[in-house]
């Protein structure tokens, strides 16, 4: 028996990295995964991973999954998630808003373009997904929603700015701070319902291949956090009938030590 038995969750931004992992560990504590990503099939995207990989090594454990291909940057398609999701698996009560995506460089250089596409993906599409999922959950009067944020959303220390405070990642903590909003406003207008709502994010440096990409701009002294904590860090919150409104991070969270300095607000995922 697992501690998910009877579940149904949609994970986003699951073909690889943390999703996956998230996914993965869902599943393999019983719940009925919804796989969503762009990436349906390998060999399809610039990085590893595809959502079709991640449902066959679920089935292949004896798990049950289905791959939801959406691109989370445009409306339409997001609007079929969660009807693509119960139609495969049965009524959603967890919500893992996990897709995300960093442009680096300074603010005032950063394109429209790209500054649209972060906010779509991790502003306005978790709000929307929220908006599609909750109504059933209140219904049925019990959910958890995941959203997954990182300590870019937390201010700068300063004047004196150190030097890494710099570090080109204004947007994408901008978005993360918003979605760290939307945690503790919707915890507070559901709350007493049976529906939880929490933000969960890394304490240190996890090496999805998003950020193999981008890990030029990762300072050398950053930690390194073991590839399960995010994984087994949602599964508690995600079980928690006390946790709402909550903001956390992953090594804190499960009670193990890991080192705290000025490099945190540069770990993102």
């Known amino acids: 028996m697992g501690s998910m038995d009877g579940r149904t969750a949609i994970v986003t931004g699951a073909s690889r990295g943390i999703g996956q992992r998230i996914a993965e560990r869902f599943a393999a504590e019983g719940a009925a995964v919804a796989v969503v990503a762009r990436t349906a099939q390998a060999g399809s995207a610039a990085l590893p991973g595809s959502i079709e990989e991640v449902v066959s090594a679920i089935r292949d454990r004896g798990g049950r999954a289905a791959a939801i291909r959406a691109d989370l940057t445009v409306p339409d398609e997001v609007e079929t998630i969660l009807t693509r999701a119960e139609e495969a698996l049965g009524p959603v009560d967890t919500l893992v808003n996990n897709a995300g995506v ?155 030590p890991f080192p705290e300095g000025p490099w945190a607000l540069s770990a993102t995922y």
Request: charged share 15%; aromatic share 6%; glycine share 10%.
């Open 102 to 256: 960093n442009f680096y460089g300074p603010a005032l250089d950063i394109r429209p373009s790209r500054y649209g596409l972060m906010f779509q993906m991790m502003v306005h599409t978790p709000f929307r997904l929220c908006q599609l999922a909750v109504p059933g959950m209140l219904e049925r009067g019990r959910g958890w929603i995941l959203n997954i944020t990182s300590k870019q959303a937390r201010h700068p220390l300063g004047p004196p700015y150190p030097e890494w405070a710099a570090d080109g990642c204004v947007p994408y903590g901008m978005c993360k701070s918003a979605l760290d909003r939307l945690t503790t406003g919707l915890a507070a207008e559901v709350h007493g319902t049976g529906v939880h709502i929490s933000s969960l994010g890394t304490s240190g440096l996890v090496m999805t291949p998003g950020v193999a990409v981008v890990s030029p701009h990762t300072p050398d002294d950053t930690p390194v956090e073991p590839d399960d904590a995010m994984a087994e860090a949602a599964v508690l919150l995600c079980n928690s009938t006390e946790d709402t409104g909550r903001i956390a991070y992953s090594m804190e969270l499960l009670g193990r």
